[in-house]
């Protein structure tokens, strides 16, 4: 690696140097291949004579069509390269064989991009093959394309002057099209696209753009399991740290929380504590996309009694939010409703469970019901009986005690009476839940989360905000009150969302950890990826329903911060909190794509929050990844609005975070604050062990010390059930019994349990000075004023030990008692676990990194 890296920059240098005998002009053609359904991308290759072609790449993508969710979409079809009257560069292009709309996008150096968008020209039929040419007569940029009409072509057009505007779409001929597409032998193979003749400099700034994108491509590469050949000569070293406190500065106290998205089966059959799946009958197979033909009202129930005598009915619901309930029909045989919850209803011995259901009788005799806990043989774990069944909706409840343990039990309601009784919101929660709340979230996946010592919790996502096209958008006010008044929706991860884990429970479990709640809202767009209503985020909320959508957002801060006089401050003092929850932090979209209809909205929104709340930090968006054009775009957006704080949110492979230790050190302390509110090191085979680990807290060690312009970071996912995930890697995974803790989990830990307010730099001496080695090695100090102790953490990425010695002659150190924590193993150890310890530190402190570890040394002041 280390060779081919060298020859790399070698080849870099000659292609960076100027040439005596370059040309003054070249040809320059841009293509997409067919490769991949069309999903690869714009394509160039040059040329002197138009004769021999040499492709930049080849198949490198200097355009990215984000058209679309992924797997269907994403395509980009006979692009089309023009240059304007002012010498900037546009491509349009088709998006797929159905689609009434075409791409646009624009550039002034063929790499760098504008934001894309997706005019609808047609009602009905397809764009393919667009083209352009200029209309000088009438000063307009005029569009043609040809269309499949039934069973026969037709060409359309349209005109613009901004490419933002168009014409009404028309009939044209063939006189209308320009025929500017050619074919050209590239690699062996004949492309269909566009030549131009441009300056020298254009194409060598492509092939510069190239070299250097292949240059950080081999960066990223490299892996910790690579070292056995990368420093096979390597003997243990030495290190000196220096302390230099003259220099301290403050920083976040804000800077490790966690990030929740029910995805993953994280809500329900997760941290939502509740037992019974599918308790309002209102699952449905469009939560599937229909892929799971089970997936319906009756899903994860069955009757004992006949087929016909179990059915589902939507005529008088309890409450309009839950249209479903189930009719049961019974006679002599004691035919039993019954539940298998998720994977099984798992009891413990002795433990308490509150069962509760609404139930009114249809026809026949007045009577109760039997409430048993039983296995697949009919052995009984529990059983209650509940009141006397009546006409008219009414809420059942009683307590059942587990005589057992068992992992799979099954619910199981028996009427004692003949007749027809309708039954819906059937509920079983163990007693003990986190802070034993009611409707609360399951004791110890809470816990685990609460020993991260987060200072935050995001909500409810991610992917799961903004949803599956403008229907699927979350809204909050769908999530609180009573729990058969509350809205259930689909998953944009194909599965059910109950929302008994809504927007109360979220906001009361902060309290309980002592985390500030941060609050995702869509920014009227859907997720860039939905997979219904259309194509992804190619339209937003009607501006003429923008108000309602703004006025909902205002009242969450109601909601969370109003006297229990006003309106939706009452409504939370009616659910259990008559004192404000203190909201101070609001985040508006997620990794959405800055376009025009996004920027539109979210102005909107930033303004009116602005207006009525100024005392709420709004956090904004700059895309899904840490490059391009929504990251550009995105940042300026927030430069020009001065918005407080924007989200950053990207997944790395190990290499980046050993190559790009000063990512934020260059950011300028100017601009927005920075929330990273989404990363993990991702390795082939989407697993978490050391390497992932300890790329976590090498990132980690490096954004606290820019501490002072990253305000806040979480890891992300943060949940999964094993056997229900749709995202790897993840923080925490967990089974109805059992929870599974990775390394990364122990350094959220390690860092969330041991950080500061104030960070101390700290000069590193080591005895080698291959930078390739130095860059291995990565020191944080810390000072945390409210336990008063001083904390440096240490990482160690290479494959030897370090001998290190501190100098702490400048700290005021109570000498003597210290506590270290060391997580450390092979890169490959997937159930690594920190172990603690004390130790005597004087103010020359001796210490050896093991290999491949992470520690952490807390001292306390004097």
């Known amino acids: 690696m280390k060779l081919l890296l060298s020859i790399f920059v070698l080849s870099l240098f000659s292609v960076f140097s100027s040439q005596a005998n370059e040309p003054d002009s070249a040809y320059v053609f841009s293509y997409a291949t067919q490769k991949n359904n069309g999903k690869n991308g714009l394509h160039y290759a040059w040329s002197v004579d138009q004769e021999k072609w040499h492709s930049i790449g080849p198949e490198f993508r200097f355009l990215f069509s984000d058209f679309g969710t992924w797997g ?51 009602e009905t039929g397809n764009v393919l093959l667009p083209e352009v040419t200029f209309l000088s007569t009438e000063n307009v940029y005029q569009i043609t394309w040809l269309s499949d009409w039934y069973e026969e072509q037709k060409i359309y057009k349209t005109t613009t002057t901004d490419f933002k505007s168009y014409s009404q779409t028309v009939e044209g001929d063939e006189t209308d099209r320009v025929g500017a597409r050619e074919k050209v032998l590239i690699d062996g193979e004949k492309q269909f696209g566009v030549v131009s003749k441009v300056p020298w400099s254009v194409i060598d700034g492509l092939i510069r753009f190239y070299e250097l994108t292949k240059y950080h491509e081999i960066q990223r590469s490299e892996r910790l399991t690579d070292d056995a050949d990368r420093y096979a000569d390597l003997k243990p070293l030495n290190a000196k740290i220096t302390a230099m406190p003259e220099n301290r500065k403050a920083i976040s106290d804000l800077l490790i929380g966690v990030f929740f998205e029910d995805i993953n089966y994280a809500a329900d059959g997760g941290l939502y504590a509740e037992l019974v799946q599918n308790r309002g009958f209102e699952y449905n197979p469009a939560d599937t996309r229909f892929r799971d033909k ?46 298998e919850g998720f994977d099984g209803i798992p009891l413990k011995a002795g433990a308490k469970y509150n069962f509760s259901v609404f139930a009114r009788t249809l026809e026949g005799t007045k009577g109760k019901l039997e409430v048993r806990l039983v296995d697949e043989n009919g052995n009984v774990y529990a059983e209650g009986q509940s009141a006397v069944v009546k006409p008219d909706w009414t809420k059942l409840t009683l307590t059942l005690t587990a005589k057992e343990t068992i992992d799979k039990a099954i619910l199981a309601l028996t009427p004692q009476f003949k007749g027809k009784v309708a039954l819906d919101m059937i509920s079983l929660f163990p007693r003990k839940t986190f802070k034993e709340r009611k409707n609360g979230l399951r004791a110890d996946l809470a ?24 229907h ?3 809204r909050w006010k769908n999530t609180v009150g009573p729990l058969e008044t509350r809205k259930p929706d689909r998953n944009i991860w194909n599965y059910h969302q109950s929302m008994g884990l809504g927007y109360f429970e979220y906001f009361q479990f902060c309290e309980d950890v002592g985390a500030e709640p941060l609050p995702v809202i869509a920014a009227g767009v859907p997720c860039q990826n939905s997979q219904t209503g259309g194509h992804g ?27 229990k006089g006003t309106r939706w401050g009452k409504l939370r003092a009616e659910s259990g909190h008559p004192e404000p929850f203190n909201l101070k932090y609001v985040g508006i979209g997620n990794e959405d794509l800055i376009t025009d209809i996004f920027q539109e909205r979210f102005i909107m929104i930033f303004d009116a929050i602005k207006e009525k709340h100024p005392e709420i930090t709004v956090i904004g968006t700059v895309g899904p990844f840490s490059e391009g054009t929504d990251y550009r775009v995105g940042w300026e957006l ?17 290499g980046w975070y050993l190559n790009n230790q000063d990512y934020y050190d260059r950011y300028d ?9 989404e990363y993990a090191t991702h390795i082939p ?26 305000s806040m970071t979480s890891y992300a996912p943060l949940l999964a059930k094993k056997g229900n995930t749709q995202w790897n890697p993840d923080l925490i995974y967990f089974d109805n019994t059992n929870i599974y803790l990775t390394p990364d989990y122990y350094v959220q830990k390690l860092f969330g349990q041991n950080s500061g307010d104030e960070y101390i730099p700290s000069m590193v001496s080591l005895s080698d000075n291959n930078k390739d080695v130095q860059k291995r090695i990565a020191s944080s100090f810390v000072y945390d004023s409210k336990s008063g102790d001083y904390i440096l953490k240490l990482a160690n990425l290479l494959p030897v030990s370090v001998h290190t010695e501190v100098d702490l002659s400048k700290i005021p150190i109570d000498f003597g008692d210290a506590q270290l924590t060391v997580l450390s193993g092979e890169v490959d150890d997937e159930k690594a676990k920190p172990e603690a310890k004390t130790i005597q530190i004087d103010k020359e402190l001796t210490y050896t990194l093991p290999a491949y570890s992470f520690s952490v040394l807390r001292m306390k002041s004097n």
Not at 331 to 338: A, N, R, V, Y
Request: hydrophobic share 35%; aromatic share 12%.
């Open 72 to 122: 269907s979409q994403k395509r980009m079809l006979a692009p089309f390269l023009f240059q304007d009257n002012e010498d900037g560069w546009h491509a349009i292009w088709s998006l797929n064989e159905k689609t009434g709309q075409f791409a646009h996008a624009q550039t002034d150096d063929l790499f760098t991009w504008s934001p894309q968008s997706y005019p609808y020209v047609l």
């Open 294 to 339: 089970n997936w319906d009202s009756k899903k994860a129930w069955s009757f004992t009694g006949d087929e016909g005598d179990f059915f589902i009915d939507t005529l008088v619901p309890v409450h309009p939010n839950q249209k479903h309930y189930a009719v049961v029909i019974t006679g002599e045989k004691s035919e039993s409703l019954q539940n």
């Open 447 to 470: 816990q685990t989360i609460a020993d991260l010592h987060p200072r935050f919790v995001r909500f409810p996502g991610g992917c799961v905000a903004h949803g599956d096209g403008l």
């Open 472 to 474: 699927n958008i979350y």
């Open 537 to 563: 985020q190619q339209g937003g909320i009607p501006m003429c329903d923008m108000d309602q959508y703004v006025q909902d957002i205002l009242d969450l801060i109601e909601w969370a911060n109003g006297d």
């Open 638 to 654: 927030a430069s020009k609005l001065e918005v407080p704080m924007v989200d950053e949110h990207y997944y790395q492979p190990p």
């Open 669 to 677: 302390r100017s601009e927005p604050k920075v929330y990273l509110g």
């Open 685 to 710: 085979g989407r697993k978490l062990n050391m390497e992932t680990a300890l790329c976590d807290a090498l990132h980690l060690i490096n954004v606290e010390r820019n501490a002072d312009v990253v």
